[in-house]
Structures are given as C-alpha cells and as structure tokens.
C-alpha cells in the first residue's frame, strides 16, 4: 500500500512564496508520474501540476505557469512544488497523487485515494 504525505502549506501574503513537499512511501509502482492538485472551498478539485517519471516531461496549468515550479527526487520519493508570486486565487488545499501514466495526472486520473492536502492561504 502507498501511502502519500503532503506538507509545507500555510499562510502567506500575495506575492509571497511556499514550498510544497509531497513524500511517497510504501509499494510505489517502479516508474510513476506525480502530480499536484488543488481544491478551494466550494470547487473541485483541479490538476496543478504534474511531472514524468524521468522528469523529461512538465506540464502546469495556465493559472500558474511561470509561477509555479515541479521537480521531484526520485531518492526520496518525493515531489515538490515551489510556488512564487502567490496570489489569492491560489488559496486552496493542495494534494500530490501519481499514476503510471504522466497524462492520466493532466485529466485527473490518479491511482491513490487522496490524503489530507495541505492547506495553503495566500492573504491579499
């Protein structure tokens, strides 16, 4: 079983930065994708982020392009997702989640159940 543990959330004013980190442990599949997700009160959930295996490929949502930046270290099992220039519209829980497949992570499609997120708020 995979188990997936998000921190680094909190609250912040605009144009103030975080850093998320998102650590998987247990029977992880040999090579997945990982990805970033976000759900503000009232909205579902949608994709952030995400990143291939290799990490070759890197794809945001537009909301956040330039803004926002994925890496992961395999070592760790771990991805992360820096966050500058934060707005309040970013003001959300955030989740991490993989998939064998980098585009599955795109439309949503994740192989976990999700976990706690961690919050983050940006103050305007």
């Known amino acids: 079983q995979v188990q997936l543990v998000e921190s680094g959330g909190g609250l912040v004013q605009a144009g103030g930065s975080l850093r998320l980190s998102c650590a998987a442990s247990?029977?992880?599949?040999?090579?997945?994708?990982m990805g970033w997700f976000r759900q503000a009160p009232g909205k579902e959930r949608e994709f952030v982020a995400a990143?291939?295996?290799?990490?070759?490929?890197?794809y945001y949502t537009d909301s956040v392009k330039g803004r926002f930046t994925i890496s992961r270290d395999n070592a760790k099992n771990t991805v992360y997702l820096q966050m500058n220039s934060l707005k309040p519209e970013d003001t959300a829980v955030y989740y991490c989640?993989?998939?064998?497949?980098?585009?599955?992570?795109?439309?949503?499609?994740?192989?976990?159940?999700w976990g706690q997120g961690t919050q983050v708020t940006v103050s305007s």
């Open positions: 247990g029977r992880t599949p040999s090579t997945y994708a």
């Open positions: 990143i291939s295996w290799s990490g070759g490929l890197i």
């Open positions: 989640n993989l998939d064998r497949e980098f585009y599955n992570i795109r439309r949503v499609r994740v192989l976990l159940s």
